[in-house]
């Protein structure tokens, strides 16, 4: 079963958290389906989640929204500071000239 878009994920999340109804078009969860019975007869059990379990979720997406964040950050930074050096060197062979 092919897993929902993590936005789709994170909208069924912050429901959940928030006590509301799950969005409309709430994406279907590995497990959740309707499973065939195994050999003996009975159905798979259903995943636990445990607080232990979303909370080790929850770290890895910080820690990659994290990293994303700063490389972002950081690029934005550096181009401005390069650009303002860039047009302060210019100004500077400007006057140099006159």
């Known amino acids: 079963m092919e ?7 994170f909208a069924a999340l912050l429901a959940a958290e928030q006590g509301e ?10 497990g959740t389906a309707k ?5 003996s007869g009975t159905l798979p059990a259903a995943p636990v989640a445990t607080d232990v379990l979303v909370e080790e979720i929850m770290a890895r997406i910080l820690e990659r929204l994290s990293d ?5 950050t950081v690029a934005e930074i550096v181009s401005k500071v390069a650009e303002r050096l860039v ?10 000239i006159k």
Do not use: M
């Not at 047009?87 to 140099?96: H, P, V």
């Open 3 to 9: 897993l929902p878009a993590l936005a789709d994920a």
């Open 21 to 30: 109804p799950s969005p409309a078009t709430a994406p279907p969860w590995p």
């Open 35 to 39: 499973a065939a019975p195994h050999d």
């Open 68 to 72: 994303q964040v700063v490389r972002e």
């Open 87 to 96: 047009r302060e060197e210019i100004e500077r062979i400007k006057a140099s």
